[in-house]
């Protein structure tokens, strides 16, 4: 494996898209390769079709690669870590959850509604970014736009009914963390059930709100290569 070259597959948030992984990829070094998954614009997927959808992607990848499941995408990554699909070696979490992340009631709120009417919110935050830099709040603007709020909403129902206990006790992979310290979108108490379930789990923090990866792209991408270098050798112990 040492001589492999590793495929990180990153899966996004709520949005779905690629765009927030821009921050990202812009400081990503050579030394892997890279996929990063998108979800359907116009079609409510469950976590299950989603799931499969990944699955239909990622079964082109030839040898190791490790998938970073960030916020909405948590669960999935977790779901395939419990299937043990050939070539994965373990996954990042990030921001993310293992059961709904607040109260299930609040799935029964009109999000549909609610993502519709925040439209001309979105486009308000975009027109008024002056700073040459694209700010968080606008690149996440602009891509939540790409998507229809009924898409939204039943990525909102989903998160809020999820329950991925049974495949994180499943899954004998290693796993990691991130842990964002000021994350009001995933509270800290989520974390704290992943850990009840596998105290193993790797958690690295940093001093950002919920989008991680976007406000601290070279801290994230430095550590995401030194948590897949333990993954390898962890593979290789495995191995032996």
Not at 137 to 164: T, Y
């Amino acid at each position: 494996m040492d001589n492999e070259k590793i495929t990180l597959v990153l899966l996004p948030g709520l949005n779905g898209t690629a765009g927030l992984f821009d921050p990202l990829l812009a400081v990503a070094t050579t030394q892997y390769e890279l996929m990063v998954i998108s979800y359907p614009t116009d079609n409510a997927k469950s976590y299950e079709e989603l799931t499969s959808f990944v699955l239909e992607k990622i079964c082109a990848i030839n040898g190791p690669f490790v998938v970073v499941g960030e916020s909405f995408s948590g669960p999935i990554a977790i779901f395939l870590a419990a299937n043990n699909v050939r070539g994965l070696i373990g996954i990042i979490l990030v921001a993310t959850f293992v059961r709904p992340p607040y109260f299930s009631c609040f799935k029964y709120l009109p999000w549909a509604l609610l993502f519709e009417l925040a439209k001309p919110l979105y486009w308000l935050i975009i027109k008024s970014s002056r700073s040459e830099k694209a700010s968080v709040l606008k690149v996440a603007s602009i891509e939540l736009l790409k998507v229809k709020p009924r898409v939204l909403a039943g990525r909102i129902s989903a998160a809020l009914s999820v329950d991925a206990i049974s495949a994180l006790e499943k899954t004998k992979l290693p796993v990691a963390y991130f842990r964002a310290n000021y994350d009001v979108v995933v509270p800290g108490w989520n974390l704290k059930k992943l850990l009840a379930i596998r105290p193993d789990i790797n958690v690295v923090s940093f001093n950002t709100r919920h989008f991680l990866l976007q406000s601290a792209p070279h801290a994230a991408w430095q550590t995401i290569s030194n948590i897949c270098e333990k993954f390898v050798k962890c593979q290789s112990t495995s191995n032996i």
